[in-house]
């Protein structure tokens, strides 16, 4: 079946520094692989996506590249800031099937 | 973008009532909507599937009488969480993809925080 694993969280970063976070998965077929953020008290909001091997997608300053050789889309951002504090989401979509998520990994950006 | 509206936003209700919740896609249409329910610090359990016109799709361990889908039209899936309990008291997400591409990705409400007393 299809699954998503994500990086266990909290993960703490001071502001400015770089973040990873590490998401591979398991999928039948070729899914499209989607980042949506969660911040306190709302629901999830798309952050970035890519639909095929080596697709980049970027938004906010995250990238994520979809690695069909190590079956992985991490997350990265060059410089966090403490208004990306949230919880952040890595999901697949097979072709016609329902969306799969990660168990989620807790950012906490601090001064 | 595409717009999902979710209403209410909190609603407290007392055991044994039941509850409704709205799920409204602003500017595309939707013949499919999903419903997920969020514990404390865990991620989204898809709970089922609504469908314009058709039934709902409950996903293992759902039960369907408790958790009335009705999708009546192509902007509006509702959720009503039927004879409420305190366990029931959660986090509920609901989100529709635009029709259109392979690879749409799903939008979001922005979730109805329910608590039962």
């Known amino acids: 079946g299809n699954s998503v694993t994500q990086m266990e969280g909290p993960v703490t970063l001071s502001e400015e520094a770089f973040l990873t976070i590490n998401c591979t998965y398991t999928?039948?077929?070729?899914?499209?692989l989607f980042w949506y953020v969660q911040y306190p008290g709302e629901g999830l909001q798309l952050l970035l996506k890519a639909t095929k091997a080596d697709d980049k997608g970027s938004n906010k300053g995250f990238e994520a590249t979809y690695r069909k050789e190590t079956t992985s889309f991490h997350l990265e951002k060059g410089s966090v800031q403490v208004s990306d504090s949230a919880v952040y989401f890595c999901?697949?979509?097979?072709?016609?099937?329902?969306?799969?998520f990660g168990t989620g990994t807790r950012l906490q950006v601090t001064l | 973008g595409a717009v999902v509206s979710q209403h209410p936003s909190r609603v407290i209700c007392k055991s044994g009532t039941s509850v409704k919740i709205e799920c409204r896609s602003l500017?595309?249409?939707?013949?499919?909507m999903f419903w997920y329910r969020q514990f404390p610090k865990q991620s989204l359990m898809l709970m089922a599937t609504?469908?314009?016109?058709?039934?709902?799709?409950?996903e293992q361990g759902v039960e369907k009488d408790k958790f009335l889908i009705n999708h009546a039209s192509l902007t509006l899936s509702t959720l009503t969480v039927t004879s409420a309990h305190p366990e029931d008291s959660s986090f509920y997400i609901c989100?529709?993809?635009?029709?259109?591409?392979?690879?749409?990705?799903?939008?979001f409400g922005n979730g109805t925080r329910l608590t039962v007393t």
């Open positions: 999928a039948t077929g070729y899914p499209s």
């Open positions: 999901a697949l979509s097979p072709p016609r099937s329902k969306l799969t």
């Open positions: 609504s469908n314009e016109g058709s039934k709902a799709t409950y």
């Open positions: 989100s529709a993809r635009a029709e259109g591409a392979a690879g749409s990705p799903l939008h």
């Open positions: 500017d595309f249409q939707a013949t499919t």
